[in-house]
């Protein structure tokens, strides 16, 4: 099956603890995404990746961290440094559509990060 | 001024009614829209995407985009009760791959 996978599907923290989310994706898309969405708010944007051992930041990056040292996988380390890390945590990706920069973003199970 | 902007909600609506989403934004340099469904406690699942002016149907779904009012709406035909869900409104600006949400539309489905 293709698609994209994430893990945990729920994880508990400890303040002060680092963790790391996993997302993997089987459909050799190139550019991938971290979500968070907060109970009534939009989605909002940690980081993105749009080549391999490329990645920027997106609108709310501190605190996070990432690394794209492979195409299929795009995991996400929320570090002790984010003040408020209790969300759910979207992953997506995208492949650049025919048109001019458009394309298209699909979205993994999630993972909902509780700290304890 | 949030740059996608959807009412919260909650829309109901009869089962076999018509149901009637609507999204503004407010950067004109948007060149993509998207719908998207989420269900409670689930992640966002692909419902449409718009790129031209006026009307694209798909099955009971139907997007409208006028981008001179920079207005997109989502008709949904003959509701069920399994419709109900938040539906979120993303725009895309052309040339740079980030989709700005809006916070999305509740709507419920009655029987």
């Known amino acids: 099956d293709g698609g994209i996978t994430q893990s945990p599907k729920y994880l508990f923290r400890k303040e002060g603890q680092n963790v790391t989310l996993s997302c993997e994706q089987n459909?050799?898309?190139?550019?991938m995404y971290w979500y968070r969405q907060d109970p009534g708010q939009g989605l909002r944007l940690i980081y993105y990746?749009?080549?391999?051992?490329?990645?920027q930041k997106g609108d709310i990056a501190e605190g996070y961290s990432v690394s794209r040292e492979k195409k299929e996988s795009f995991p996400l380390t929320v570090t002790s440094a984010q003040k408020n890390p209790t969300a759910f945590y979207l992953c997506?990706?995208?492949?650049?559509?025919?048109?001019?920069?458009?394309?298209?973003?699909?979205f993994g199970p999630g993972t909902r990060l509780t700290v304890l | 001024q949030k740059e996608v902007e959807q009412n919260s909600g909650p829309l109901s609506v009869p089962e076999g009614a018509i149901a009637s989403l609507n999204c503004t934004y407010s950067?004109?340099?948007?060149?993509?829209f998207f719908w998207y469904r989420q269900y409670s406690g689930k992640s966002p699942e692909l419902i449409m995407s718009?790129?031209?002016?006026g009307d694209k149907e798909d099955g009971r779904f139907t997007a409208q985009l006028n981008k001179a009012s920079q207005y997109v709406s989502l008709l949904i035909r003959d509701s069920q009760p399994s419709d109900s869900a938040t539906y979120l409104c993303a725009a895309q600006n052309t040339g740079f791959q980030k989709l700005v949400f809006g916070t999305g539309t509740r709507l419920l489905v009655s029987p």
């Open positions: 990746s749009q080549i391999v051992n490329d990645f």
């Open positions: 997506a990706s995208s492949a650049p559509g025919l048109a001019a920069s458009t394309d298209t973003q699909y």
């Open positions: 950067d004109r340099g948007s060149q993509s």
């Open positions: 718009i790129y031209s002016n």
């Open positions: 459909l050799n898309h190139d550019a």
